[in-house]
């Protein structure tokens, strides 16, 4: 299996233990995209992140598209809005392999006061292989609570 790194790629230091189980990921700006850029996040698939098939697992795929969705609502806003999954739709179209570069494309369909939609594509090569959309609902950032003295 190839670890090689597309150029323009960066590691992502970003989310949780579970994501990082799951990694490494990483992201680039398509600086073709827009003022800012499009937000790309991408992986290698492993043979961890295969099922019985021998291909990549559904839940593998649909984690990535809701990662993808998540992280670039959340990074749309300075600072960066904490969001929650409300909804999520996905749809398979066809398998990815040990080996393959999958990467998550995702567009910012509406920006809300109280939630956002958001649509993602993940391809790998020239082919799509699943699309999904989504629902965040807009969080209120967490605000430390003041330790007491002592």
């Known amino acids: 299996m190839s670890a090689d790194i597309p150029e323009g790629f960066k590691l992502l230091k970003r989310g949780g233990g579970f994501l990082s189980s799951l990694g490494p990921w990483y992201y680039c700006i398509d600086e ?3 003022e800012k850029g499009q937000l ?4 290698r698939v492993e043979d961890r992140h295969t099922n019985i098939r021998h291909i990549a697992h559904g839940g593998f795929l649909v984690t990535m598209v809701d990662t993808a969705l998540g992280i670039v609502v959340s990074s749309s806003r300075e600072p960066a809005q904490p969001i929650v999954t409300v909804s999520l739709t996905t749809n398979f179209i066809t398998s990815a392999e040990p080996g393959d570069w999958v990467e998550a494309h995702v567009v910012i369909d509406r ?3 109280r939630l956002a939609y958001a649509s993602c594509t993940l391809r790998t090569h020239d082919r799509t292989i699943m699309t999904g959309s989504g629902v965040f609902a807009l969080m209120k950032p ?3 609570k003041e330790q007491p003295d002592g």
């Open 111 to 113: 920006m809300g006061g």
């Open 142 to 144: 967490v605000v430390p």
């Open 32 to 34: 073709s995209k827009g």
């Open 40 to 43: 790309i996040l991408a992986i």
